[in-house]
């Protein structure tokens, strides 16, 4: 997303970065999720709903166990939905990582770029998700696709991805 913003001093550009990748590893029917920001630090989401924050130097050694999904604008958290009847829910729960996939720059505030979520993706943490799942992530994605939904990214953590 790129926005220009005309101000008294002239023209000043905005840009909000994929300041994320999501990597997984699979090993069936599990799926660990690892969230790596800008800084080289990370977070790991596994199956069974836990997250574990890794060090920069932690997120070097795992890396090479991981493939890339996906870069993301955003990780906006774990999403549980009861009900689940699949064999690799732990406590008839299924999670999904919630990230932002697309969005709209609106401002700065503070040195913090403010976005718009246009879209989101719920990405699961199990391989056997069934279809009745679909449903709920479904209606999240449209919600989110409202428009109604923002975050902020501090600037000098897109600057140190590029």
């Known amino acids: 997303c790129v926005c220009v913003c005309v101000c008294c001093a ?15 590893r699979n090993d069936q029917p599990k799926t660990t999720m690892l969230v790596r920001k800008a800084d080289g630090a990370s977070l790991v989401f596994t199956e069974q709903g836990s997250v574990q924050c890794l060090s920069r130097l932690e997120t070097e050694a795992v890396a090479p166990q991981f ?5 993301v604008y955003g990780c ?9 009847v699949t064999e690799g829910c732990e406590g008839g729960v299924a ?14 505030v503070r040195n913090t770029d403010v976005g718009r979520v246009t879209s989101a993706a ?22 989110f696709a409202t428009g109604s ?11 140190q991805q590029q």
């Open 149 to 159: 939904f923002y975050f902020a990214q501090p600037v000098q953590q897109q600057q």
């Open 67 to 71: 493939q890339k999904v996906c870069d």
């Open 10 to 24: 002239g023209v000043k550009k905005m840009v909000l970065g994929r300041a994320f990748r999501v990597l997984t």
């Open 76 to 84: 906006l958290g774990l999403l549980a939905i009861p009900g689940a």
């Open 122 to 143: 719920f990405l699961p943490l199990q391989s056997d998700v069934t279809d009745a799942f679909e449903c709920s992530v479904s209606r999240l994605k449209k919600l």
């Open 95 to 108: 999670y999904f990582l919630a990230v932002v996939s697309e969005c709209k720059l609106m401002g700065q």
